[in-house]
């Protein structure tokens, strides 16, 4: 053992690198690889885009009327949201488990979370991008109307309305394979999205879907992101309904994940 | 102080046990070949000492540290499998994020450059063909300046040329005072490169021994013969089977002591042949014997 030679790191490093480092690092390399996919992007983009031309635009009394205008591109915008958190996760995670390069970034040093930050900022970005043509659309054809501040408590809203899905897309992305997560995905989107008055204001719900509509947690954002573009109040129950859910899905995002660790690397 | 201690590991899958009751030490500046046949445990070995899993029983050490701790793992360098690469990552790119996670990375214009692949610094991984994507592979394992380094089946499908290019990079790394653990199910690969072999086989450790001790414990030679005195309870036949057509093959580590006995001793026989045992047939011949040989457990 006196004879080992010198190891080729001449000062064994005590630790690993800074973990902001290591999270810059990850989200620069998870967007490369996400944009290197443009047909994922822009779908991301199109969908509520063409939503907003079909549904929203040509009919003028919705089109021309500033708070239903403003709602209706709420309701899209938190659409894409919810869509982009759930499809990134549910699908991009259920995805990675799969690839073998995934153990190879699991044995760098470098511990989970510069990893689950990244792909939750990764995931923000591109909830963002989807944003920017329903806003632009609803800026030039539409007669909705915000001011800055409302616009900026908007994007913060969402993005805090969009936590609960994300922390879904986590729970089946974890739980399921990638062919399984993505029917499952689509069968909780449309109908919550639908349910939660993001396609078609709830002011046109027969009174039994209006009440059911109020514990979704699509509905929830979807009162609470207008009230801050409009200042129309939403319901008393959104937080609480929304924070349930989140509750709700964290916990299922945690179970999920112990039990692929148990299965896969215990 | 050792590079890799597994001390009483063993690690199941549902009902399949991986491993069973396996210790292996790994000294500074080792460069160990594992060896055994498909599903042998040996991929399962290195996922505990890299951290990806944890045993069942018994505990892995990596540089004296816990290597399910990331720090611990600042000195690790492994393969991942060339055909996990992100495939729409370019080339310097995978360099780039996988080196980022070091203190001292190689650079990576460097690096691409000792293995060849300057000219696809730019190019996706996914348009690399299998060659230069286990040139990669391997370059990956290195660019963190490690001390001391995981290869799973670093040469499998390369052909001669691109194999030996890659012995020769892993010997570099070795002769610079790097520590190597690899696995192979190839005698040749751990033959050009190791200095000590564990044979593994059903997650158990058969053997450990210099190379020299291995080779000739594997160096059987296969007679067979054409007789109808039985001639596999012979002294020297380690093995021997009787096949339907009346011809016996015999394993021997000294096929020339066994001919000569052959003959001086006036048994009739007819079609003689003798040929080096393959791998599989040695491997046969460790496996089958249930008194694990001397070494193993070790």
Known sequence: MTTAPAAPTQAPPSGTLNPVVLTWLHLKFQFLETVRIPIAVLGNMLFPSLAMFFFVVPQSQVAQNPLAATMAVAGLSLFAVCSASLFTYGLGVAEDRQLPFDPFVRSLPAGPAPRMIARILNGAIFALFGLVPLIVIGWLFTAASVTLLELLTGIGVILAASVPFVLLGMAVGYSLSAKAALPVVQVVLFPLAFAGGLFLPPMMFPSWLDTLSQVTPTRAGRDLLVQALTGADAYAWAWPVLLGWTAVFTTLAVVAYRRDEGRRFR | ?298
């Open chain 2, 1 to 298: 102080m050792t590079v890799i201690t597994v001390d009483g590991v063993t690690r199941r899958f549902g009902d399949v046990t991986a491993l069973d009751d396996v210790s292996l030490d790994v000294a500074p500046g080792e460069l160990v070949g594992m060896l055994g046949p498909n599903g042998a445990g040996k991929t399962t070995l290195l996922s505990l000492i890299s951290g990806q899993r944890r045993p069942d029983v018994g505990t892995v050490r990596l540089l004296g540290g816990d290597p399910r701790d990331a720090a611990t793992r600042v000195g690790l360098g492994i393969t991942p499998q060339e055909t996990g690469l992100p495939p729409t990552l370019r080339v310097g790119e995978v360099v780039d994020f996988v080196g980022g996670h070091f203190p001292d990375p190689v650079p990576t214009a460097e690096l691409l450059e000792q293995f060849g692949l300057t000219d696809k610094t730019r190019k996706q991984t996914g348009s690399l063909s299998g060659g230069q994507k286990r040139r990669l592979a391997v370059a990956l394992s290195l660019v963190g300046r490690p001390r001391v380094v995981l290869l799973d089946e670093p040469t499998t499908g390369l052909d001669v040329t691109a194999r030996q290019a890659l012995w020769d990079a892993i010997r570099q790394y070795h002769a610079g005072g790097g520590t190597v653990l690899l696995t192979s199910h190839y005698l040749e690969e751990v033959q050009a490169l190791a200095e000590r072999v564990v044979v593994i086989d059903h997650g158990v450790v058969r053997a450990d021994d210099s190379l020299d001790g291995i080779l000739s414990r594997v160096g059987l030679r296969r007679v067979s013969v054409r007789t109808t005195t039985d001639l596999t309870s012979w002294s020297g036949v380690s093995r021997g089977e009787h096949r339907g057509d009346g011809v016996q093959q015999l394993y021997t580590p000294d096929a020339d002591a066994l001919v000569r006995a052959l003959v001086t001793s006036g048994v009739e026989f007819s079609d003689l042949q003798i040929r080096g045992a393959s791998l599989e047939e040695a491997f046969a011949e460790m496996v089958a014997d249930d008194n694990p040989l001397e070494g193993a457990g070790r």
